[in-house]
DNA sequence: CTAAATGTTGTAACGCGTTACATGTCAAGT
DNA sequence: ACTTGACATGTAACGCGTTACAACATTTAG
């Protein structure tokens, strides 16, 4: 393996001007030029990448957390990867798998020069703790935080949920259930008051057994809509999910129930994921990977010091079979 | 930012014995140990971790190549970055978007040291040309190579896909098609082969019309159902897909077309995903998970110098409702 | 009591580019 | 002819740990 010495000894000259050469800066002849390039071809030279990172204070790596890749991240993590990587970063995996400590890895790895920013797709560890580790470098989260440091890239819940009601109830159904996603999120809470304020303003039948919290997969969705179908209580008549694996779930176990979609039961996904297109699920757009994007904006801005430009985004309804 | 060789001036002690307080070098006596943790922690000092891949010339981090992130490569990332990071490793995600000069910058990157090894997941360039990287640092790949320097943990496909058509002609069908994925891809040519084995064994109705490569996606999936469907020269009672997305495609526009699965046409996919299990789709079971976890297991042989102990993995066919 | 073994710590070079600052050169301006 | 500035290049310190080797101290064995 050569090395830039080497380059520079060969060449006759210093370090500085076959760094110069690498680093394309203006201050170097043609001729002077032409002759080091040479010689790294002959040499089979290529910087090291981690001496550049040491020297230069930053990794051009940045990290995205998340407790595991799923469906619904999937356009997030593709666009924030693509997006990334057209900005010459790339992007490291830390998933979690739940477990706090693990996740705060990612955190230390900033701390460690590692990574030069993250951002966080889900999230287990406390906010606070997360703050104490805004000192070393940019985090940005999809989902709202309460934290102030944290941006987000996440949309407004309430408005996005409420189009999704609204829908359901323009078209005559009114016992609507809610599974909803991690209890803690912003976005949650945010999609809980949309529910409230609807079930005010269009006096909506309510039960609290119709809303649950902590629902994000397939399987969960089958089991949350065969507790609500079989309840003896009498059941909901459309159910608004947390994302598109939710109802992706609960059309299934409907159907393998007999259950008449969307006449005895209407489903409304989030996300808009091709999951909901194939199946044919009504689904709330939520512009993922246009997120994706305003999170590296974001990122970007805060290395450079500059504030950012991010893009406008709006949710759409996208209707379906199942409604 | 403190550093080693402020810790060391505090401490007393030279920057050898601080390193090996950080390493847990048995060589330092425990007064001196805990004098300098106390000092590390005073200055709130954590080990810059560029500095120490460039010293030690290994970055702790693995490449995975990849055209994008698809639900079927989920399980694979999911259970590689998981295992890799259970051995100290993160994982870089580099998606090429299908452009062979993007695919070759992962490559540059091991070569310039950013990554210690790279998994290929789907990969675009010309063989000849990854060979040539090899001498740079381990790779291996999902899908079998021809390059013997590269190695693979891909299952045989011819006897998966024997599998399954042994599968659908037990069940009585004849008129069997086939959705074959990337054609110049190993894979394709041992599914191949399974396919035109059984077709002189077991008699079957072969249409060149009924096989075709190329197919991966759920539109792919729909399109290529409608056309044969309602081609005129008969259609096929049996489809075997590329992967469980392609089957998903070719369900739904069955149903969308009211033609009867698994009446009218049978359906198997390939990987039994998540999404086989929610549709009910029949999946050739391809322990992806354990690929990944002998992909990793393969790079830390090689990594190590010494051979690797991959486990033993079979195809397990998983029936459903489309059979 | 001495030699060999064991344990503790230090020295200095190494891994490899980057960059602020200094120096030297040559042509344009007066 | 002399100053000024533009351009080319070099010097040396810096970013930060790691590690082979040397050196010294303290046990332990004989």
């Known amino acids: 393996m050569s090395n830039l010495d080497q380059i520079a000894k060969l060449s006759g000259f210093s370090k500085a001007t076959v760094s110069r050469v690498l680093n394309r800066s203006p201050h170097v002849s043609q001729a002077t030029r ?29 990290g995205m957390v998340t407790e595991g890749i799923n469906e619904v991240m999937l356009p997030f993590l593709n666009s ?5 990587s057209q900005h010459g970063y790339q992007t490291i995996i830390y998933t979690s798998g739940g477990d706090p400590a693990k996740e705060l890895q990612a955190f230390e790895d900033m ?37 102030p440091e944290i941006q987000s890239v996440a ?23 809610n599974a909803w996603g991690r209890p803690t999120s912003m976005n949650t809470s945010g999609r809980i008051q949309a529910y409230r304020d609807a ?8 039960n609290p057994e119709w809303s649950q919290t902590g629902i994000y997969s397939i399987r969960q969705g089958e089991e949350l809509i065969r507790g609500l179908l079989l309840s003896p209580g009498g059941h909901p008549n459309a159910i608004l999910c947390a ?5 992706a779930g609960i059309l299934s176990e409907a159907r393998r129930l007999k259950v008449k979609v969307p006449e005895e039961l209407a489903i409304v996904g989030f996300d808009n994921t091709e999951l909901a ?27 450079g ?10 949710f759409q309804l996208v209707q379906r079979a199942t409604t």
Chains 1, 2 share one sequence.
């Open 277 to 303: 297109h194939t199946l044919g699920i009504t689904s709330i757009d939520n512009p993922i990977a246009a997120q994706a994007q305003n999170a590296l904006y974001l990122i970007l801005g805060k290395l």
């Open 34 to 62: 032409e002759s080091i390039l040479k010689i790294m071809e002959e040499l089979d030279y290529v910087p090291n990448g981690n001496a550049i990172s040491l020297s230069r204070g930053q990794t051009m790596q940045i």
């Open 243 to 247: 994302n598109d694996m939710v109802a």
């Open 305 to 314: 010091g500059k504030e950012n430009g991010q893009q406008e985004l709006e």
């Open 111 to 147: 701390r460690r020069k590692r990574v030069d920013a993250l951002v966080i797709s889900t999230c287990v560890n406390d906010q606070a703790l997360l703050g104490s580790y805004c000192k070393y470098g940019p985090i940005v989260s999809w989902q709202r935080m309460e934290l």
């Open 155 to 177: 949309m407004n819940q309430y408005d996005g949920y409420m189009l999704g009601l609204e829908h359901v109830i323009g078209r005559g159904y009114t016992r609507i259930a």
């Open 199 to 206: 079930a005010r303003k269009y006096h909506l039948e309510v």
């Open 80 to 84: 924030f990867v693509e997006t990334a």
